[in-house]
């Protein structure tokens, strides 16, 4: 089955304890996100990859951190996790040849830091 | 910078009802549009996008939208509710390599 899949679905940790949240998909995508939803505020992207090696930031890349060793790989780091960095967090991809395509997004991972 | 507005946080549409989800938008250049639906406790499925062509475009689950520039807008139409479609919906414009959402609004249709 065709799919993005993100590990741990749930996580409470505290301030400052380094954190990594793994995102794999199976589509052979070469692009892949990060995306943060917080209630009225949508989606925000957080950083994006055009392809193994290739990372940019979006429009909320403070405190995070991300790699793309892999094409099917993209985990997202938080170093130094902060309260305001409670959020509900979505791993997607999609192909990137010809016209923009529709994005096929993970089941999210609900982090809380206290 | 390219934005996008959903300015409705919620609607509430009888079952069998039309409904309307609207969403406007600000890009600079030719815009991508998409919608999204989010069912509880799931990431975002894709419902329909418009690219180029007819300004009205057809997607997933009976919904369709309907593609405005002068009005900057693309509402998402569907002419008769179900309770299943309760759910929150998105608006996103790819601009580049980065898609950008709206706020979301919650649809809620009542039997």
């Known amino acids: 089955e065709a799919q993005v899949t993100q590990n741990p679905r749930y996580l409470i940790t505290v301030t400052g304890k380094k954190l990594t949240v793994t995102c794999s998909q199976n589509m052979n995508h070469e692009y892949m996100s990060w995306y943060r939803q917080d209630p009225g505020l949508g989606l925000r992207q957080i950083y994006y990859?055009?392809?193994?090696?290739?990372?940019d930031k979006g429009d909320v890349p403070e405190g995070y951190k991300v790699s793309r060793k892999e094409k099917r790989n993209f985990p997202l780091i938080l170093e130094s996790p902060s309260p305001n960095q409670t959020s509900l967090y979505f791993c997607?991809?999609?192909?990137?040849?010809?016209?923009?395509?529709?994005?096929?997004f993970g089941p999210g991972t609900r982090l809380t830091v206290t | 910078a390219q934005s996008v507005a959903q300015p409705e946080d919620q609607v509430n549409v009888a079952e069998g009802n039309p409904l309307t989800v609207k969403c406007t938008y600000s890009?600079?250049?030719?815009?991508?549009l998409f919608w999204y639906v989010q069912y509880p406790n799931r990431g975002l499925q894709f419902l329909l996008k418009?690219?180029?062509?007819?300004?009205l475009v057809k997607g997933s689950y009976g919904f369709e939208a309907e593609f405005n520039k002068s009005q900057t807008s693309f509402h998402l139409k569907k002419p008769s509710a179900l309770v299943s479609d309760s759910a929150l919906y998105f608006c996103a414009v790819n601009y580049g390599n980065m898609l950008t959402f709206g706020g979301g609004t919650r649809l809620m249709v009542k039997p």
């Open positions: 418009y690219i180029t062509g007819d300004n």
């Open positions: 997607a991809s999609s192909p990137t040849s010809g016209s923009p395509h529709e994005q096929y």
């Open positions: 990859s055009m392809n193994v090696e290739v990372t």
């Open positions: 890009v600079s250049g030719n815009p991508y």
